[in-house]
């Protein structure tokens, strides 16, 4: 068991302390944050995004075509010229299908994912999209209640579907 004694933990914990510090002190305000739809040099940012907040995150190449087919559905939001969140979403017909959403550590509970899926929003009711879907894992709590707020409802559990063998947790939004 590591003790308060230990160097590497007294590190750790310091090391801790102050990039939680340094968290606190951006004074971010939502003015702060720009979004607009992704650019081939946001990638390296949205990557490093994924890394951190996934088990299975996208792959560089899958998140770069993302970005070259379907730009008007791939939003990041920027503070400072840095991306701190994006969503991705993919179209077919009358329906959006979420594929990922995520901020960056040190930028989360700032309202940054509820704006970019506000704007997302917009996106696809522009182009007539009448519904969203998403899956999320079941033990993924947080999420599933960021969802309900937005007012997504559960629909079903879908077996199996990471590659860990979690379930997922359908949901679906109404757009119109």
Do not use: W
């Not at 990041?76 to 550590?105: D, F, P, Q, W």
């Not at 182009?127 to 599933?144: H, P, Q, T, W």
């Not at 997504?152 to 860990?164: N, T």
């Amino acid at each position: 068991m590591r003790g308060s004694r230990d160097p590497q933990f007294l590190f750790n914990l310091s090391q801790e302390s102050i990039e939680s510090a340094q968290e606190e002190n951006l004074g971010l305000s939502n003015a702060d944050i720009e979004t607009t739809e992704v650019t081939p040099e946001f990638i390296e940012d949205i990557c490093e995004i994924e890394q951190e907040s996934f088990p299975e995150p996208y792959p560089s190449y899958i998140l770069a075509a993302m970005a070259r087919e379907t730009p008007e559905t791939f939003l990041v939001a920027i503070s400072k010229s840095k991306v701190v969140g994006y969503v991705l979403t993919s179209l077919n017909e009358n329906e959006g299908h979420l594929l990922s959403i995520a901020v960056r550590k040190g930028f989360r509970k700032r309202g940054i994912g509820s704006r970019l899926m506000a704007e997302i929003f917009q996106v696809l009711r522009s182009k007539g999209i009448r519904r969203i879907r998403l899956e999320v894992r079941r033990s993924n709590r947080e999420a599933r209640r960021f969802y309900e707020q937005l007012e997504f409802k559960e629909k079903g559990l879908i077996r199996a579907y990471y590659r860990d063998g979690e379930d997922a947790v359908n949901m679906v939004r109404e757009l119109f």
